[in-house]
């Protein structure tokens, strides 16, 4: 059973940062496409970015700007870094491994998903 394992979310004020990891004890990120997800309070699952096996990263329009996505292939993990963050930003993250990017858009693999971190921003 593969595992993906997302940390790095928590508590952070208004207009701070963080950078999420997402890692997997038995599957290699750096083959394959990864993306990042979230999903706030009654609100549906959305693509924020991905990243192909090859380092190319697409980042959904509405992301733009203060999302960033990247990959350590070597430390097998890739991150998502937040910047300027937003009460509207308070969501739990899920990073999704083995997707396929798109030039517009990622394809997630619907077996490799892990439990999500929390990301809570207060005003």
């Known amino acids: 059973q593969v595992q993906i394992v997302e940390s790095g979310g928590g508590l952070v004020q208004a207009g701070g940062s963080l950078t999420l990891s997402c890692t997997s004890s038995?599957?290699?990120?750096?083959?394959?496409?990864a993306g990042w997800y979230r999903q706030a309070p009654g609100g549906q699952r959305e693509w924020i970015a991905g990243i192909a096996y090859g380092g190319r990263t697409v980042v959904a329009e509405a992301m733009k700007g203060r999302f960033a996505i990247s990959r350590d292939n070597g430390k097998n993990e890739v991150y998502l870094q937040i910047n300027d963050l937003k009460p509207e930003d308070t969501a739990v993250y899920f990073c999704?491994?083995?997707?396929?990017?798109?030039?517009?858009?990622?394809?997630?693999?619907?077996?490799?998903w892990g439990q999500g971190t929390q990301v809570t921003v207060s005003s």
């Open positions: 999704n491994a083995r997707g396929t990017l798109y030039a517009d858009g990622y394809d997630p693999d619907r077996k490799y």
């Open positions: 038995n599957t290699t990120f750096g083959l394959y496409g």
